[in-house]
């Protein structure tokens, strides 16, 4: 049976409006995102904004405290791990902080911003500065505790931002994060046991 002309019009109309609503699907962003500044980017969420401007004042934090171990007397294996965790969150600091501009949000929340879900995860200062007060073997065993409870902080923000988060890149970062803190945690729990032992 041949078709008129009427019925392939109607067949050709049908196919580009499935084709319209199939990309219109394909493009749609999830729930509460908003648009990504890259073409075709699954956009970000308040969850991928909020663990950016968490991260950075506690990676800031970080870098304060592992730089206190410079000139002091510990062991040089935990010398070399300072200097790694340093040159590893100034990169993720710049990372972070160009995903923010490129989102038009400022580096930290107003104030108060995260008393909902607890505040915003940081060492206190008076804790950084008993640390930097301490001396000789007492430093060593203060600063890998402080570093311990400051990382794990990190490992609970990576966590939220790994079950609410959607922007793959932030995604991926957490993951990062979460792994290589909890090494890190858990290569300083040895150095403490090891304490005893060093002189």
Same mark, same amino acid.
């Given at each position: 049976m041949k078709r008129g002309p009427a019925k392939y019009a109607a067949a050709?109309?049908?196919?580009?409006?499935?084709?319209?609503?199939?990309?219109?699907?394909a493009g749609a962003l999830r729930p509460g995102a908003e648009p990504s500044p890259d073409p075709g980017g699954p956009g970000?969420?308040?969850?991928?904004?909020?663990?950016?401007?968490?991260?950075?004042?506690?990676?800031?934090?970080?870098?304060?405290?592992?730089?206190? !171990?410079?000139? #002091? *007397?510990?062991? =040089?294996?935990?010398r070399t791990l300072a200097a790694a965790i340093e040159a590893t969150q100034l990169t993720e600091i710049t990372t972070m902080a160009g995903w923010l501009r490129a989102w038009r949000r400022p580096p930290r929340a107003p104030r108060h911003?995260?008393?909902a879900h607890g505040?915003?995860?940081?060492?206190?200062?008076?804790?950084?500065? !008993?640390?930097? #007060? *301490?001396?000789? =073997?007492?430093?060593?065993r203060a600063f890998l505790n402080t570093l311990i409870a400051h990382q794990d902080d990190a490992v609970q923000l990576a966590r939220m931002q790994l079950a609410d988060g959607i922007d793959p890149r932030v995604r991926d970062l957490a993951?990062?994060?979460?792994?290589?803190?909890?090494?890190?945690i858990k290569q300083m729990?040895?150095?403490l046991d090891n304490t005893d032992t060093h002189p």
């Open positions: 050709a109309l049908l196919t580009v409006c499935a084709l319209l609503l199939f990309a219109g699907c970000f969420n308040g969850t991928d904004v909020m663990f950016l401007q968490m991260m950075l004042p506690h990676h800031g934090q970080g870098v304060r405290i592992v730089r206190l !171990a410079e000139g #002091r *007397a510990v062991r =040089p294996e935990v911003a995260h008393a505040g915003l995860p940081e060492t206190s200062e008076s804790e950084i500065a !008993a640390l930097a #007060r *301490a001396t000789g =073997p007492a430093f060593e993951r990062r994060m979460e792994r290589s803190r909890s090494a890190q729990l040895l150095f």
